[in-house]
């Protein structure tokens, strides 16, 4: 028997159902389901009779294989080539998400410059009119040559452009206004949004041309109902940052072509974005004097350590609960400090509000942040001040226990670089370095009673 035809999908998680649905029974979205192109999901089979082609003739040996390495364009900023492992892969194809915004038809602009010095870019707009782009770029000053602008929502038209006019680099800014046109549903469902990219990422790989498609995201993050496009495209990058903050952080999520710790800094100027080559001196420019509950921590971000201000305020509470707030720094690995400091330390905090939070919209996603917010809390709710020059990392266990934390030399090298003079660093870690070769002051601890005895 035919197995049965799925012919409605979640625009928001992908779920397939053979009936309407008001509510998705998977991710619990209303009113998100569409009728899915029948003719993909039900791609012809073979009929019967039908010889099965044979591949062996295709089998190929590794070592028959030829390893040119990629071709790879220099973007002309360099936190972007980071970011997608050394420069754009020629025949790649890199999503760019982001909230609205945030930044990336920006960005995408400012590299057609430099790309423009050696290469033809083709921006594909489907958002703004050339018009407004003209504008834009003007205020960028980007005015080279060898940008052509082009206006346009038909994804099959588009990808046929690109085709015919082979422009060295493709830029669809974004996916969302995208559409084809023997698809009923409309632009930025999960089906043309799959569907367009599919085109794309054929064209970018029969083709040779990098295409760099820009795809806004909803507020959960992911990239606007359809996770479906992450798993087509090569790389994906997140562009990050509040949008109050002129910050802006951009990560791979996912990269073929190089590795996802890598992150790119950069800053919105009243000019576009520009790169923010210490990040270290970002985060902590501003620091308050003289008060309690800071402390400053230093995260790795791939091969980077960068150092960021953790602020704690505690605050006696109006409520029968007390609030909890982290901005930052996950929730519940608040909560698991925030134990560790009453069960082993007698520091009850429940008649108090704890709020926390990383300056500079920065997160603090390493168990290395750890102890310097247990430092913050501590320091905030003693009234305590903590050395301004004093820098500390490392995980707490959950008997107070300070543990051990990678990439040790290099933190160290950083806060020493700007200027720090004592470091706390775990006691595990302590042996694998000799503390004799640096030019900042170290502090080995095991615990966390040994390491609040450091705030006086
Ligand atoms: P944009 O690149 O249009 O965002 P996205 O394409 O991600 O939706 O960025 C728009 C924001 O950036 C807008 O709020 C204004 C700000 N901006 C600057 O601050 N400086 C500039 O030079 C430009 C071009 C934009
Ligand atoms: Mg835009």
Redesign the pocket.
């Known amino acids: 028997m035919a197995k049965s035809r799925y012919s409605y999908v979640c625009n928001q998680c992908g779920y397939e159902s053979s009936k309407w649905n008001g509510k998705c029974p998977s991710c619990g979205a209303w009113n998100s389901f569409e009728e899915e192109l029948s003719d993909t999901s039900s791609a012809p089979g073979r009929s019967a009779g039908q010889a099965i082609p044979d591949l062996s003739g295709s089998i190929l040996e590794l070592e028959d294989i030829g390893a040119e390495a990629d071709i790879r364009y220099d973007t002309g900023l360099g936190e972007l080539n980071r970011v997608l492992g050394g420069g754009l892969v020629k025949g790649s194809l890199v999503l760019l998400g ?10 995408l602009l400012q590299i057609c410059q430099f790309l423009g010095q050696e290469h033809s870019v083709l921006y594909i707009s489907g958002e703004e009119s050339a018009r407004q782009i003209k504008l ?1 770029a003007k ?2 000053g980007v005015d080279t040559e060898n940008l052509y602008i082009l206006t346009a929502t038909d994804a099959e038209a588009i990808a046929e452009t690109i085709s015919s006019s082979a422009p060295d680099i493709a830029i669809i ?2 996916i969302q206004t995208m559409s084809i046109g023997r698809i009923s549903s409309s632009p930025g469902s999960l089906t043309q949004v799959r569907e367009c990219t599919n085109l794309f990422m054929h064209t970018a790989k029969s083709q040779e041309i990098p295409v760099i498609i ?1 795809g ?1 995201v909803n507020k959960d993050g992911a990239i606007a109902g359809p996770k479906v496009m992450e798993h087509i495209v090569d790389a994906v990058l997140h ?1 990050e940052g509040e ?1 109050h903050q002129s910050y802006r952080i951009l990560r791979a999520v996912k990269n073929r072509f190089g590795s996802t710790n890598e992150i790119g800094v950069f800053e ?5 974005l520009a790169e923010v080559a210490n990040p270290s001196q970002m985060l902590l420019s501003g620091r308050p004097h003289n008060v309690s509950g800071t402390c400053v921590a230093c995260v790795m971000e791939g091969t980077r350590p960068i150092l960021a201000e953790v602020q704690a305020l505690a605050a006696k509470t109006s409520y029968s609960a007390p609030r909890r707030m982290a901005t930052g720094f996950d929730y519940n690995r608040l909560y698991i400090i925030i134990a560790v400091l009453e069960k082993r330390l007698g520091l009850f905090m429940g008649s108090l509000d704890i709020y926390l939070n990383i300056v500079g919209g920065f997160r603090l996603d390493e168990p290395a942040g750890d102890l310097p917010v247990a430092m913050a809390l501590y320091s905030g709710i003693m009234d305590k001040q903590i050395d301004e020059e004093l820098i500390a990392f490392g995980e707490i266990g959950l008997g107070g226990e300070v543990r051990s934390v990678p990439h040790i030399s290099q933190r160290i090298r950083e806060a020493e670089r700007m200027g720090f003079k004592t470091c706390v660093i775990p006691k595990q870690s302590a042996s694998s370095i000799d503390i004799k070769e640096y030019g900042i002051e170290i502090v080995p601890v095991s615990s966390l009673r040994q390491a609040f005895s450091l705030i006086k």
């Open positions: 982001g909230e609205p915004g945030i930044g990336k038809s920006t960005i834009r205020r960028l800014d974004s820009v806004h562009f949008r919105m100027l009243d000019k576009g």
